[in-house]
C-alpha cells in the first residue's frame, strides 16, 4: 500500500500532475495543482496536492513564493502522521532554502527529510522519487557523498518496484559533483566523471532514442557532454547534446544548463570571444551547477583567446567562491554541535523537576515556570541578583519575510548565543515570543552592564544573512536588581520587570511602543 492509496478525492488528478512534473512539464503541473487546491476538502488530498505544487514551483523557480508555500504545506501535513509526506516536504523546503541561501535552514530540512525517510516502508514510484529529491537536496548544498547514498536508496526502491532505471540514474547529482571538483582544481576528477556520465548518455540514447529518459535528466546529459567538450574532449555530435538539452522542459535550471551549454559549445569550438560576450549578459542561478562555474567558464574562454593572465585571476576567483561555500557549510555545522551542547547542558539543569514541564520545547532553555521555581527558591534563601529582560530587535521582520519556521530557528540559534557567552551559575530562560530572561546571582549593575554589552555584541556578530538574508537580527537588554521576600514573589517580579523594561526600550536602536504588562 502506497501514500497514494490513502487519497481517496482526485487522486487521478493528482498522478497526472505527477505525470507532468516528471516530464518537466511544471508550468501545466501547478496549474492542475492549485485547481486541485481550490475544490478539495480532503486533508490527504490537500497534503499531497501542496507538496506537488511545492516541487513545481522550486523546478519553476518561483523564489518570491517558496516561503509561503513552504508555510501552507507544512501546515497541510504536519499533523498527518506520513513520513514520506514529510520527508518529502523537507527535501524540498531544504531546496527551497537552499535557493533562498539559507544554509543552516537547508540543513535543518535535511536532517528531519533523512529521519522521516528511514522510517518509510512503501515500496512504490513515490518513495523513490522522494529519496530522488532528497538526494538532490543534498547535492545542491554540495554534500555529494551524502547524494549518491540517497540515490542509491532511491535506485534500490525503483529496483524492488520493477520502475525504469535510467529514471534514477541521477546524472544531475553527478554532474554537479563533476563540476564541484573542477571548481576546487581536480580537473582530470571532472573529467572522470563527466566521461562516466556521457556514456550512461550515449547506452540510454542508443538503446531507445532516449525515450524513457527524464527531461530534466536530458539537460544534465546534454551539459555533462559540452561541459567535457569546452575542457578539450569535444563531442562527435554537437548538435546530439544541444538536441539533448533542449529537451530538458520547462524547469529553470535546465533553462540555466541550456544557456551555460551554449557558452561551453562556443569555448570547445574555439570562439571564445562570443563566450566572453555571453558570460557578460547570462543570467543563471548560482546553484544550478554551483556559484563558481561562471568564473570558471570565463578561465576556460580566456585560456582558449590566449590570456593566461586573465585565467588564472578567474580561476583563483572561481576557487575562492568554492572554498567560502566549504567554510559556511563548515560554519554551519559548528553552530549545529554547539547549538547541541547547550541543549544537553540545559537537560541537566532542569533534570531535578521530575514530573514538571520546565523546559521550552523550542530552544531547550529553561521556560517560564521554570525561571518562576528559581527565582522563588533564590529568594527564599535571601539572596540577590540582577535580572535581565532581552528582546530581540527585527524579529517581527524575519517572521514576514522568511515565516515562522524561519523565525522559530531564529529564536534557537539566539538562545544558543546567550547561553553562551553568560558566566558560570547565571541562569537563561526563555520567557516567552522573542523575549528571554536572565538572573545574575550576586551581580551589580557594572557586571550586568558587561554581560548585556557581550550578549548584544555575539547576536550582532552571527551570520543571520546565511539564515535569514536581508532581515539582521539584534537584542536590546535591560537590567534591574532582584531581592525581597519570597512570599512577595509576584510583586518582586513584577517591580523587577517594569524597571528592566524600561531600561531594555532605552537600548533599543529604536523607539518601539513595546510594553509587556507587569507580571503582578
Not at 547542558?345 to 533534570?351: F, H
Request: proline content about 3%; overall charge neutral.
Amino acid at each position: 500500500m502506497g501514500w497514494l492509496d490513502r487519497v481517496t478525492d482526485q487522486a487521478e488528478t493528482l498522478k497526472r500532475a505527477r505525470v507532468l512534473q516528471e516530464q518537466s512539464r511544471s508550468a501545466e503541473a501547478c496549474a492542475l495543482l492549485d485547481r486541485v487546491l481550490a475544490t478539495t476538502s480532503d486533508k490527504h488530498t490537500r497534503a499531497d496536492a501542496l507538496v506537488q505544487r511545492l516541487s513545481a514551483l522550486i523546478n519553476l523557480g518561483r523564489t518570491a513564493e517558496y516561503t509561503t508555500a513552504v508555510e501552507e504545506t507544512n501546515h497541510a501535513v504536519r499533523d498527518l502522521n506520513e513520513p514520506l509526506l514529510y520527508g518529502n516536504l523537507n527535501a524540498l523546503a531544504a531546496l527551497a532554502a537552499q535557493h533562498q541561501g539559507a544554509l543552516e535552514r537547508c540543513v535543518t530540512h535535511l536532517v528531519r527529510s533523512a529521519r522521516a525517510m528511514t522510517t518509510v516502508e512503501y515500496v512504490d514510484w513515490d518513495t523513490a522519487i522522494a529519496w530522488n529529491d532528497l538526494a538532490m537536496a543534498y547535492s545542491y548544498l554540495g554534500f555529494h557523498g551524502h547524494a549518491l547514498g540517497a540515490i542509491d536508496r532511491a535506485r534500490q526502491v525503483a529496483a524492488a518496484a520493477s520502475l525504469p532505471a535510467e529514471t534514477f540514474a541521477a546524472p544531475g547529482i553527478r554532474l554537479r559533483n563533476a563540476v564541484t571538483l573542477d571548481h576546487n582544481g581536480d580537473t582530470d576528477g571532472c573529467l572522470r566523471v563527466l566521461r562516466d556520465i556521457t556514456t550512461d548518455a550515449e547506452r540510454f540514447l542508443d538503446r531507445d532514442g532516449g525515450a524513457k529518459l527524464r527531461p530534466s535528466g536530458r539537460a544534465a546529459y546534454g551539459y555533462a557532454i559540452v561541459r567535457r567538450a569546452a575542457l578539450g574532449e569535444p563531442p562527435a555530435s554537437p548538435q546530439a547534446a544541444m538536441r539533448l538539452l533542449a529537451d530538458g522542459g520547462d524547469g529553470a535550471r535546465a533553462r540555466d544548463l541550456r544557456m551555460l551549454g551554449e557558452i561551453c559549445l562556443a569555448i570547445a569550438a574555439n570562439r571564445p570571444i562570443e563566450a566572453l560576450t555571453r558570460l557578460e549578459t547570462v543570467q543563471v542561478s548560482a546553484e544550478t551547477v554551483g556559484a563558481a562555474e561562471h568564473l570558471r567558464l570565463r578561465s576556460l574562454a580566456y585560456a582558449r583567446a590566449g590570456d593566461h593572465a586573465a585565467a588564472h585571476r578567474a580561476d583563483r576567483h572561481a576557487f575562492r567562491l568554492a572554498a567560502q561555500r566549504n567554510d559556511r557549510l563548515r560554519d554551519v555545522y559548528v553552530e549545529g554541535i554547539a547549538a547541541r551542547l547547550d541543549h544537553e547542558d540545559m537537560r541537566k539543569t532542569v533534570s531535578r523537576y521530575q514530573g514538571e514541564a520546565l523546559t521550552d520545547p523550542l530552544t531547550g532553555l529553561a521556560n517560564r515556570r521554570h525561571f518562576e521555581h528559581y527565582v522563588a527558591a533564590m529568594l527564599a534563601r535571601g539572596e540577590r541578583a540582577t535580572i535581565g529582560v532581552c528582546d530581540l530587535d527585527g524579529f517581527k521582520a524575519v517572521n514576514t519575510a522568511h515565516g515562522h519556521l524561519s523565525g522559530d530557528l531564529v529564536l534557537q540559534r539566539v538562545a544558543g548565543v546567550i547561553n553562551r557567552v553568560m558566566r558560570r551559575g547565571d541562569f537563561v530562560a526563555r520567557y516567552g515570543g522573542d523575549e528571554f530572561v536572565v538572573v545574575l546571582p550576586g551581580a551589580g549593575m557594572t557586571e550586568a552592564t558587561e554581560v548585556g554589552r557581550r550578549i548584544s555584541v555575539a547576536v550582532a556578530g552571527e551570520d543571520w544573512e546565511s539564515l535569514v538574508p536581508g532581515t539582521p537580527v539584534g537584542v536590546s537588554v535591560g537590567f534591574a536588581d532582584l531581592s525581597g521576600a519570597s512570599a512577595n514573589l509576584r510583586e518582586v517580579l513584577g517591580t523587577a520587570f517594569e524597571i528592566a523594561d524600561r531600561e531594555m526600550l532605552r537600548a533599543k536602536p529604536q523607539p518601539s511602543a513595546k510594553r509587556r504588562a507587569a507580571a503582578s
